[in-house]
C-alpha cells in the first residue's frame, strides 16, 4: 500500500471519528487536523512532531486527540531506510539510518576511487623511458673512439611488461667511416604466476665492422625471478631461439635453431645507484654470448651519469673476423 494511500485513509478514518464525536471535534479543528496530515506526508514526515508541538500549544486542550492522531499518522509512514556510506574520518563502512527515502539527500561520494583510464598501446603516456648520450671505446674488430646514442622504453600493466631498446655507434676517422652499428630490440614478459613468467623477445642488429652484417633474432621462454627483494633482483630465462644471420654484405641470412639461457641481475646499492648485468647465451648452430654490465650514478633529478661494459663473443665469426668485441662507455643518461 502507498504512502499517500495510506495516509488519506487515515484521514478519512480520522475525519469519522471527530463526525461521530463532535466533542473530538471541537478539540482538534479541521485545519489543525489538515496541517498535520500535510506535514506526515511531505518529506517523509520529518516536521511532524514539530507541527504537532505548535498545535498543542495553539490549542492545549486538544492535546490528547492531536497526540492520537500524530500516533496513527506516524504507523503510516514508510520504513526507515539503511544507507552504506563511507566516512570520511573513519575508515570502513559506516550505517546510516534515514526516516525515509524522501529524506535522503544525495551527496558526493567521499573517498571514492578514481578510475582512469588506462592509455593505450600507442600512448606515449603510458611509457617510461631513458635516453643516454655516450663516449665509448670499443676493441676487437674496431679499435677507436666514437660517440654513441641509446633509449629505452619501459610499459608496466597487470601482467605485461613491456621493453624497447635502441642504440647507434658512430665513428668517423679522416671523414672515413670506420664504425657503425645500430640496433633495435623489443622484449615482453607476461605473468604466468607469482613465480614463473613467458619471455618473449625480437631484435634486429646492423654491425658493418663487427663479427656479423646483420643478425636477427626471435625467442620464446620461461622465465623465473630467483632473487626479488629491495635490494637485489635475479632472473634467469630459458628456452629455443631461432637467428638469421648475414656474415659479408651481399650474402643471404643463414638461419639457426638454437637454444638460449639468459641471467638478469639488479643491484640497488642505494638510493642513488644501481648495478645491472644481463648476459644471455646462445646454443646449438651457433655459439654466442652477450654480456652487458652497467653502473647508473644519479646525478641531480632526472639525470644520471652512466658506464657500461659490453662483451660480445661469436665462436662462429666468419674467416676474417676476431670472435670478440668489447665496447665501453661512458656518458649522461636522462630519464623521462
Request: charged share 25%; net charge negative.
Amino acid at each position: 500500500m502507498s504512502f499517500t494511500f495510506k495516509t488519506a485513509l487515515t484521514a478519512i478514518i480520522f475525519a469519522g471519528i471527530t463526525f461521530v464525536s463532535p466533542h473530538a471535534a471541537d478539540r482538534v479543528s479541521p485545519d489543525i487536523m489538515n496541517l498535520l496530515i500535510i506535514a506526515s506526508g511531505k518529506d517523509g514526515g520529518k516536521n511532524l512532531d514539530i507541527v504537532a508541538e505548535l498545535a498543542i500549544s495553539a490549542n492545549p486542550k486538544a492535546e490528547k486527540d492531536i497526540r492520537d492522531l500524530v500516533l496513527s499518522l506516524k504507523k503510516n509512514l514508510p520504513e526507515p531506510e539503511i544507507i552504506v556510506a563511507e566516512s570520511e574520518t573513519e575508515p570502513g563502512p559506516q550505517i546510516i539510518a534515514n526516516e525515509a527515502p524522501e529524506m535522503v539527500e544525495k551527496k558526493p561520494a567521499v573517498n571514492a576511487e578514481i578510475i582512469e583510464e588506462e592509455p593505450g598501446f600507442f600512448d606515449f603516456r603510458g611509457w617510461d623511458g631513458e635516453i643516454e648520450l655516450n663516449f665509448l671505446r670499443s676493441s676487437g674488430n674496431t679499435s677507436q673512439e666514437s660517440l654513441g646514442l641509446g633509449g629505452t622504453l619501459k610499459r608496466e600493466t597487470e601482467r605485461f611488461h613491456h621493453t624497447i631498446d635502441s642504440f647507434f655507434d658512430l665513428n668517423k676517422n679522416s671523414g672515413t667511416k670506420d664504425k657503425q652499428r645500430w640496433g633495435l630490440s623489443y622484449k615482453l614478459d607476461y605473468d604466468l604466476s607469482e613465480k614463473l613468467y613467458l619471455v618473449s623477445f625480437t631484435g634486429y642488429e646492423n654491425d658493418q665492422f663487427g663479427t656479423f652484417r646483420e643478425r636477427i633474432t626471435t625467442s620464446l621462454g620461461i622465465g623465473y625471478p630467483v632473487i626479488d627483494n629491495d635490494s637485489y633482483s635475479w632472473k634467469i630465462e630459458g628456452g629455443p631461439s631461432l637467428l638469421f644471420t648475414r656474415d659479408l654484405p651481399g650474402d643471404g641470412y643463414n638461419s639457426s635453431f638454437n637454444v638460449f639461457a639468459s641471467s638478469i641481475f639488479d643491484w640497488t646499492i642505494n638510493d642513488r645507484s644501481n648495478l645491472t648485468n644481463t648476459t644471455v647465451l646462445y646454443f646449438g648452430n651457433k655459439n654466442i654470448i652477450e654480456s652487458k654490465t652497467a653502473l647508473k650514478v644519479k646525478i641531480n633529478g632526472a639525470l644520471s651519469s652512466k658506464f657500461s661494459y659490453d662483451v660480445l663473443y661469436d665462436k662462429d665469426a666468419p674467416l676474417g673476423r676476431r670472435k670478440t668485441d668489447t665496447v665501453a662507455r661512458a656518458g649522461l643518461l636522462y630519464d623521462f
